[in-house]
């Protein structure tokens, strides 16, 4: 089979990027691995798919190279791919922090990447794993299940190395490798942290313990949503995006109540409830299992009335700035994405195509490009997707 652009991968960056190419009038093959397209935009945001975030900015993104992403970011906005969702009559709703979701299913904004391929003449393969890639004079040379295809352009879509279960794969940086490029490593990112040791054996027993807002801090990076403690660890968004940011060694601190100076509220129960115990008044600031198990280990306890002003502001010290050692991470097999990717010096940041090979394009979870939690990374593989896609 000749075709002018081949994209390999069928999620998020590789529709959008077929897309792209096929209303230019290109001939495009799609192919995917597995059984169907779009599986990671399927199991999204609980099923509604978190598509985009309405505060999207360059600022929301780690990369080796932070300017690099800024392009394509610029040339296809959230309000480009909001407008898309609009003309598929897809109901959606912010949820929080500006993050999108569907109304009902994530089923409807692959139905409408689908429907667009159609409309725009694009070929859909899917369970076509590929077998071997090579470049000849006209362009690229791919062996697949289904065949040989020759292509003029060729674009890599395969995504990450997080959530093996769902068929993620190291494909695309061992293409990357194979043409020359260098990747830089890679780890899981927007993943919950595991404890070890004593420090799980003191908070294990909290599992399913939830608090709606707390506020993680790695270096100066802060993040500020829930937390859940977890049997093997802490999760919830707090922690998830902090992740991204924590390595193995990093001092890790939480304020378990960031909207609320801990020190003077427990001075004003002091005088309303001289003869509570301090656990049972933490009880209904925190979590009381939280505030049990907390005074156990760290703060003791004894009724309000035995303790000085000073206690109680350097209990409230405590509570805003408690350390938590984490040992690891949950690895790839939870993660949400993966930091690290094919190195961007060696990429266009305009149109993705490849330095060292004309002609190879790089795009979406592959590249070094990683959003925080709450639909930017859809928005980096919509926008890369499309700079690919307007050249190929």
């Given at each position: 089979?000749?075709?002018?652009?081949?994209?390999?991968?069928?999620?998020?960056?590789?529709?959008?990027?077929?897309?792209?190419?096929?209303?230019?009038?290109?001939?495009?093959?799609?192919?995917?691995?597995?059984?169907?397209?779009?599986?990671?935009?399927?199991?999204?945001?609980?099923?509604?798919?978190?598509?985009?975030?309405?505060?999207?900015?360059?600022?929301?993104?780690?990369?080796?190279?932070?300017?690099?992403?800024?392009?394509?970011?610029?040339?296809?906005?959230?309000?480009?791919?909001?407008?898309?969702?609009?003309?598929?009559?897809?109901?959606?709703?912010?949820?929080?922090?500006?993050?999108?979701?569907?109304?009902?299913?994530?089923?409807?904004?692959?139905?409408?990447?689908?429907?667009?391929?159609?409309?725009?003449?694009?070929?859909?393969?899917?369970?076509c794993a590929v077998e071997r890639v090579r470049k000849t004079d006209e362009g690229f040379a791919?062996?697949?299940?289904?065949?040989?295809?020759?292509?003029?352009?060729?674009?890599?879509?395969?995504?990450?190395?997080?959530?093996?279960?769902?068929?993620?794969?190291?494909?695309?940086?061992?293409?990357?490798?194979?043409?020359?490029?260098?990747?830089?490593?890679?780890?899981?990112?927007?993943?919950?942290?595991?404890?070890?040791?004593?420090?799980?054996?003191?908070?294990?027993?909290?599992?399913?313990?939830?608090?709606?807002?707390?506020?993680?801090?790695?270096?100066?990076?802060?993040?500020?949503?829930?937390?859940?403690?977890?049997?093997?660890?802490?999760?919830?968004?707090?922690?998830?995006?902090?992740?991204?940011?924590?390595?193995?060694?990093?001092?890790?601190?939480?304020?378990?109540?960031?909207?609320?100076?801990?020190?003077?509220?427990?001075?004003?129960?002091?005088?309303?409830?001289?003869?509570?115990?301090?656990?049972?008044?933490?009880?209904?600031?925190?979590?009381?299992?939280?505030?049990?198990?907390?005074?156990?280990?760290?703060?003791?306890?004894?009724?309000?009335?035995?303790?000085?002003?000073?206690?109680?502001?350097?209990?409230?010290?405590?509570?805003?700035?408690?350390?938590?050692?984490?040992?690891?991470?949950?690895?790839?097999?939870?993660?949400?994405?993966?930091?690290?990717?094919?190195?961007?010096?060696?990429?266009?940041?305009?149109?993705?195509?490849?330095?060292?090979?004309?002609?190879?394009?790089?795009?979406?979870?592959?590249?070094?490009?990683?959003?925080?939690?709450?639909?930017?990374?859809?928005?980096?593989?919509?926008?890369?997707?499309?700079?690919?896609?307007?050249?190929?």
């Amino acid at each position: 089979m000749k075709v002018d652009v081949l994209v390999i991968g069928a999620g998020a960056a590789g529709l959008m990027c077929a897309i792209t190419a096929g209303q230019r009038g290109r001939r495009v093959l799609l192919l995917d691995h597995a059984n169907k397209p779009g599986k990671k935009i399927l199991m999204s945001g609980g099923g509604r798919c978190n598509f985009t975030n309405l505060g999207a900015t360059p600022a929301q993104y780690l990369s080796a190279n932070p300017h690099f992403c800024k392009s394509a970011l610029a040339r296809y906005t959230q309000w480009d791919f909001i407008a898309l969702v609009d003309k598929h009559r897809i109901a959606y709703h912010e949820k929080e922090l500006g993050q999108l979701f569907c109304d009902e299913s994530s089923k409807l904004i692959v139905r409408m990447l689908l429907d667009e391929c159609t409309a725009a003449g694009v070929r859909v393969e899917t369970g076509c794993a590929v077998e071997r890639v090579r470049k000849t004079d006209e362009g690229f040379a791919v062996v697949t299940a289904h065949g040989e295809v020759h292509a003029d352009s060729l674009v890599i879509a395969t995504g990450g190395l997080s959530i093996p279960s769902m068929g993620a794969t190291g494909l695309g940086y061992e293409l990357a490798r194979q043409f020359g490029h260098n990747v830089l490593p890679t780890r899981a990112g927007l993943v919950p942290l595991t404890l070890s040791g004593k420090h799980l054996e003191h908070y294990q027993e909290l599992a399913g313990v939830a608090l709606p807002v707390v506020e993680t801090r790695v270096g100066k990076r802060r993040f500020r949503a829930g937390l859940l403690f977890t049997h093997r660890g802490i999760s919830g968004p707090a922690v998830l995006q902090i992740s991204s940011y924590w390595q193995a060694g990093d001092e890790l601190r939480i304020d378990l109540s960031p909207e609320q100076d801990i020190g003077d509220w427990l001075v004003a129960q002091r005088a309303a409830r001289p003869a509570a115990e301090l656990r049972n008044v933490l009880g209904d600031l925190l979590p009381r299992r939280l505030a049990q198990r907390l005074c156990e280990l760290w703060l003791g306890s004894k009724p309000m009335r035995q303790y000085r002003d000073a206690e109680l502001h350097d209990a409230g010290a405590r509570l805003h700035d408690w350390p938590i050692v984490a040992s690891g991470t949950e690895g790839y097999r939870t993660a949400e994405v993966t930091l690290g990717g094919v190195d961007t010096d060696e990429l266009s940041s305009a149109t993705m195509q490849s330095k060292r090979v004309p002609g190879l394009y790089f795009i979406g979870e592959v590249v070094d490009v990683t959003g925080w939690l709450g639909g930017y990374n859809f928005q980096w593989a919509w926008a890369s997707g499309h700079a690919a896609g307007e050249v190929v």
